[in-house]
């Protein structure tokens, strides 16, 4: 006989169902975020350290936390996002991404 609640649910979400971009974020004095470290979807979109991403969706991220972009860059596995990087010449360049699972966090920060 089962009883209520003895196990959980196969289903139920875990911090390695996180589906993200692959990106590791420092915070800088102006509040913007440089990408310090690339790797997954990220890193097969050609996205290169250094990059300062300024908005996501459209929504601008200065002075926004790591957790708050992280919550806007993560999502159920194959669903788009798109984020707006400022290389270090100055130049933006949108890229659309297809959230995919990254080893560690989706996004982080140092």
Do not use: Y
């Amino acid at each position: 006989r089962s009883g209520k609640g003895a196990s959980p649910s196969p289903q139920s979400p875990t911090s390695s169902d996180r589906t993200g971009i692959g990106c590791t974020l420092n915070r800088l004095g102006t509040g913007e975020h440089m990408i310090v470290g690339v790797k997954g979807v990220a890193e097969a979109a050609g996205i290169q350290r250094g990059s300062i991403i300024t908005k996501v969706n459209g929504v601008a991220v200065q002075g926004r936390s790591a957790r708050e972009i992280a919550k806007m860059t993560t999502g159920p596995p194959g669903s788009s996002v798109t984020v707006e990087l400022r290389a270090r010449g100055g130049q933006c360049a949108e890229h659309t991404l297809v959230r995919a699972p990254v080893p560690d966090s989706p996004i982080s920060a140092n």
